[in-house]
């Protein structure tokens, strides 16, 4: 099963993360990071993770998911498939990249590009502000949650 594993103060990831469940169909779990822990993710097939990007990195929230969890599950996850959604004011690579060199240590397999969301919030008060997600964005989050669900379901990764 994919396990959804999502961060947001402003309600981007987090709709991203339920785009992508609902179009896993029943195939997926999706918990809050603060929430998760190393048996959560034992227990999955594969991970799809949402965050924003903040001040260029990943959000702190989901870096204390990979905190509490990267040691107790080094060697036990190996080669399991994971993608990634950045919801981001201008640009996301950021926190793409740190998310990529730590899931590099647990040996994961990336099997779908990042989906990368432009948000454009640039000022103080909209990068405040609750998001809401271009229909656009919407679905390619859809999509992706039922390729990997779908593919982990079937064997494919």
Same mark, same amino acid.
């Given at each position: 099963?994919l396990?959804?594993l999502?961060?947001?103060r402003?309600?981007?990831?987090r709709a991203?993360?339920?785009?992508?469940f609902?179009?896993?169909?029943g195939?997926?779990?999706? =918990?809050p990071?603060?929430?998760?822990g190393p048996?959560?993710?034992?227990?999955?097939g594969?991970?799809?993770?949402?965050? *924003?990007?903040?001040l260029?990195?990943?959000?702190?929230? @989901?870096?204390?998911l990979?905190e509490?969890?990267?040691?107790p599950?080094?060697?036990l996850i190996?080669?399991?498939p994971?993608?990634? @959604? $950045?919801?981001?004011?201008?640009?996301?690579?950021g926190a793409?990249?740190?998310l990529?060199?730590i899931?590099t240590?647990?040996? =994961?397999?990336r099997v779908?590009? *990042?989906? $990368?969301a432009m948000?454009?919030?640039?000022t *103080?008060?909209q990068i405040a502000?609750e998001?809401?997600l *271009?229909?656009q $964005?919407v679905?390619q989050?859809r999509d992706?949650?039922?390729?990997l669900g779908e593919g $982990?379901?079937?064997?494919?990764f």
């Amino acid at each position: 099963m994919l396990l959804i594993l999502w961060h947001s103060r402003t309600g981007a990831s987090r709709a991203m993360a339920e785009a992508a469940f609902v179009g896993a169909a029943g195939k997926a779990r999706i =918990l809050p990071a603060i929430k998760a822990g190393p048996d959560d993710l034992l227990a999955a097939g594969g991970y799809l993770f949402a965050c *924003p990007e903040n001040l260029g990195s990943m959000s702190g929230t @989901m870096k204390d998911l990979f905190e509490r969890c990267y040691y107790p599950l080094l060697g036990l996850i190996e080669g399991r498939p994971y993608a990634s @959604m $950045i919801a981001a004011g201008s640009d996301g690579r950021g926190a793409q990249a740190q998310l990529d060199r730590i899931v590099t240590g647990w040996r =994961l397999r990336r099997v779908a590009d *990042p989906l $990368i969301a432009m948000l454009g919030a640039q000022t *103080p008060a909209q990068i405040a502000a609750e998001k809401a997600l *271009p229909s656009q $964005i919407v679905e390619q989050c859809r999509d992706l949650g039922a390729a990997l669900g779908e593919g $982990i379901e079937q064997g494919i990764f």
